[in-house]
């Protein structure tokens, strides 16, 4: 799996959807970019750099990079470095749904506890 991951993935949405039902937020606004490159390793494992920003003014963004792990359907981001110092150390954990050139990633929040999943659809680059 980490083979199909390998390669550069464009932005297409990231929302953060509720448990409770509310509606989603869009934490970098509707209009984003961004830049998603796995490097594999390893048959599972290899190298994540993942960069988002909203295109408003100003623009907002939001980058992490470390290791990354495939185990079944699921890829496990460990972070080494981040524009948010509170997530070094943080292993994230995201669903793999593939279909065609799309990716989506999601799963729980990057902090436990706040009743919101995260949702992250990227489109290969050639």
Same mark, same amino acid.
């Given at each position: 799996?980490?083979?199909?991951?390998?390669?550069?993935?464009?932005?297409?949405?990231?929302?953060?959807?509720?448990?409770?039902?509310?509606?989603?937020?869009?934490?970098?606004?509707?209009?984003?970019?961004?830049?998603?490159?796995?490097?594999?390793?390893?048959?599972?494992?290899?190298?994540?750099?993942?960069?988002?920003?909203?295109?408003?003014?100003?623009?907002?963004?939001?980058?992490?990079?470390?290791?990354?792990?495939?185990?079944?359907?699921?890829?496990?981001?460990?972070?080494?470095?981040?524009?948010?110092?509170?997530?070094?150390?943080?292993?994230?954990?995201?669903?793999?749904?593939?279909?065609?050139?799309?990716?989506?990633?999601?799963?729980?929040?990057?902090?436990?506890?706040?009743? &919101?999943?995260?949702?992250?659809?990227?489109?290969? &680059?050639?």
């Amino acid at each position: 799996m980490a083979r199909d991951l390998a390669g550069a993935w464009g932005l297409e949405s990231w929302s953060l959807e509720y448990e409770d039902g509310r509606p989603s937020e869009f934490p970098l606004g509707l209009a984003v970019r961004g830049l998603l490159l796995y490097t594999p390793d390893g048959p599972t494992t290899g190298w994540v750099s993942a960069t988002l920003m909203g295109t408003g003014q100003p623009a907002a963004s939001f980058a992490y990079a470390g290791r990354y792990e495939v185990r079944g359907d699921t890829v496990y981001h460990a972070i080494e470095i981040a524009t948010d110092p509170t997530l070094v150390g943080v292993t994230t954990t995201r669903l793999i749904a593939r279909e065609g050139n799309m990716l989506t990633l999601s799963g729980p929040d990057f902090r436990a506890g706040s009743g &919101r999943r995260q949702k992250i659809v990227w489109q290969r &680059r050639p």
